[in-house]
């Protein structure tokens, strides 16, 4: 168990639907990184947030935004859902002490567009 | 170019066996670090090991070692008497100089024969 839960694990939706996908990192954790993982792009870099405020950004389509709360969970909004979004969708925390700032994966969100 | 490659998509070895993972990376930056992490059937993302580029020594964690070669560029995962339970993806990953985020590779899946 790496600390890092994600909820819900398995969604299924429609087309142009929108969901939120729920992150709570590590105890003690600020950064929070999403990624996402599908068959033809592997594992994506899609953002970061450190302590509330976003610190990079990777290849998040502008449909997905994402956000970070003052107790440090985050979501990660996806909407106007196509079919080549469905994935698996990771959250990610770490802690600078860490060796290497190590980050840590929880067990996925996998999203099903139908 | 690619920045993490791993040029095995899948590889079969017979358990109780070592086994080494390739991975060869590409970065200008003197400063990184090196990751790899286990993907089961189930999804998660295990986090195995980490080498940075300054280490003097390979690192280790239990079974797992990283047969690191700066020159080489090259950060190759050994995995002493595989068990049946190291069935799996294996992805290596970079973190390069002040980025925090996470590059992969598009993995290797290792099946461990009885």
């Known amino acids: 168990d790496s600390g890092v839960t994600q909820t819900p694990k398995h969604l299924i939706t429609a087309t142009g639907q929108r969901v939120t996908l729920r992150c709570s990192p590590r105890?003690?954790?600020?950064?929070v990184y999403w990624y996402q993982q599908s068959l033809d792009q592997g594992l994506q870099f899609l953002i970061q947030?450190?302590?509330?405020?976003?610190?990079a950004k990777g290849n998040i389509l502008e449909r997905f935004s994402a956000q970070q709360f003052p107790d440090l969970h985050s979501e990660l909004n996806l909407s106007s859902l196509e079919l080549g979004d469905s994935a698996l969708y990771f959250c990610?925390?770490?802690?600078?002490?860490?060796?290497?700032?190590?980050?840590?994966f929880g067990e996925g969100s996998w999203l099903t567009v139908v | 170019a690619q920045k993490i490659t791993q040029t095995q998509p899948g590889m079969f070895v017979q358990e109780k066996e070592a086994v080494t993972l390739d991975c060869t990376y590409d970065?200008?930056?003197?400063?990184?670090?090196l990751f790899w992490y286990k993907q089961p059937s189930s999804g998660e993302m295990i986090f195995l090991i980490y080498?940075?580029?300054?280490?003097?020594q390979n690192a280790t964690e239990g079974r797992y070692s990283l047969n690191f070669q700066k020159a080489r560029k090259s950060a190759n995962l050994v995995i002493s008497a595989s068990q049946l339970g190291d069935s799996a993806m294996y992805f290596c990953?970079?973190?390069?100089?002040?980025?925090?985020?996470?590059?992969f590779g598009t993995g290797t899946r290792l099946t461990i024969i009885p």
């Open positions: 080498q940075g580029s300054y280490d003097q």
């Open positions: 990953a970079m973190r390069e100089g002040r980025n925090e985020k996470l590059t």
């Open positions: 105890s003690g954790d600020l950064s």
């Open positions: 970065t200008s930056d003197p400063s990184y670090g």
């Open positions: 990610a925390s770490n802690w600078r002490g860490d060796p290497g700032n190590t980050i840590y």
């Open positions: 947030y450190y302590n509330g405020e976003e610190r």
